[in-house]
Nanobody, 116 residues
Framework: QVQLVESGGGLVQPGGSLRLSCAAS????????MGWYRQAPGKERELVAV???????NYADSVKGRFTISRDNAKNRVYLQMNSLKPEDTAVYYC??????????WGQGTQVTVSS
């Protein structure tokens, strides 16, 4: 089992920045990739960014150049630095851990609201 706890969400003005943090605990050795997803009201959950064990990353087109995913293996944490935020980035952001085998793990989500 893997437990994920997100933090760092909040209210920010357009053009502002936020950094989300995801703390992982439990059977971390089983994790192959970690990522961030988001779900806006009335929309399906979508991938925002993912980082693989080897260090490679992938981003949704809508956030490329604005968001950066990173990890701190010593602290078992994954971060999402979000810059130049737009109102359309408003959503609940979920941390995801994907093992080589078995179902994914999810955090409880953290709300990000971009509004003036």
């Amino acid at each position: 089992q893997v437990q994920l706890v997100e933090s760092g969400g909040g209210l920010v003005q357009p053009g502002g920045s936020l950094r989300l943090s995801c703390a992982a605990s439990g059977s971390i050795f089983s994790i192959n990739a970690m990522g961030w997803y988001r779900q806006a009201p009335g929309k399906e959950r979508e991938l925002v960014a993912v980082i693989i064990v080897g260090g490679s990353t992938n981003y949704a087109d809508s956030v490329k150049g604005r968001f950066t995913i990173s990890r701190d293996n010593a602290k078992n944490r994954v971060y999402l630095q979000m810059n130049s935020l737009k109102p359309e980035d408003t959503a609940v952001y979920y941390c995801n851990a994907s093992p080589l085998f078995g179902p994914d793990y999810w955090g409880q989500g953290t709300q990000v609201t971009v509004s003036s």
